[in-house]
């Protein structure tokens, strides 16, 4: 089974990264959420464009197999083909798959739906350092969701353009950006 793997490398000096209000390194090195978002799609789709890269990936194992298996298992029982597992210390601590139409939530993807349920039973803290495992590389959505709660390791089945030569709804939106920007700063700055 080929699957991709995708791991956290950001450090703040020799710490992990995280943002300091008064830290003038943070406040010129802090990316956009377009600039996350470029930086991921192009992490994605640079092993397939270099086998050399591909390569140095991180393998998978056994473990990640047997547990990209009940992902899939997910992913057959849910509103599309898309489940998800969220894994620590080799215990499954939440599944999810898609419920967009059963629940009427475009929102309730398989990763979302898995972090949700994570969050329900063991709060936040046990999403930090699990590794979810999934059956397509996840959307903006979910990977911004996976990002903001710090899960150390994402390995998914079938990539973007995999999924996309088999379902019509995998398409690009129209994106309007830098309306208004000062008027965001401004808040942001209140928060």
């Known amino acids: 089974m080929n699957l ?10 020799d710490r992990k990264m995280s943002w300091h209000e008064n830290c003038a390194q943070c406040a010129t090195a802090l990316p956009s959420r377009r600039a996350v978002i ?36 997910e992913a057959r029982r849910g509103d599309f083909p898309f489940g998800a597992v969220i894994i620590r210390d080799g215990r499954v ?30 709060g936040s803290k046990a999403l930090r350092g699990s590794t979810l495992y999934t059956s397509g590389e996840p959307c903006a959505m979910c990977m911004g969701a996976i990002l903001w709660c710090h899960i150390g390791r994402l390995v998914y089945a079938a990539s ?28 942001c700055r209140v928060v």
């Open 4 to 13: 991709a793997i995708w791991t956290p490398r950001l450090t703040h000096g």
């Open 93 to 122: 601590l939440a599944r999810g798959r898609n419920l967009g139409r059963s629940n009427d939530d475009p929102t309730a993807h398989g990763e979302i739906t898995a972090i949700r349920r994570c969050l329900a039973d063991y």
């Open 38 to 73: 470029a930086t991921l799609a192009a992490a994605a789709l640079l092993p397939a464009a270099s086998p050399l890269l591909a390569a140095a990936a991180v393998p998978s194992s056994a473990e990640d197999e047997r547990f990209m298996r009940l992902a899939l298992a």
């Open 160 to 187: 973007v353009q995999q999924l996309a030569s088999r379902i019509d709804q995998i398409a690009s939106s129209i994106v309007t950006g830098r309306l208004l920007p000062m008027a965001c700063a401004t808040l």
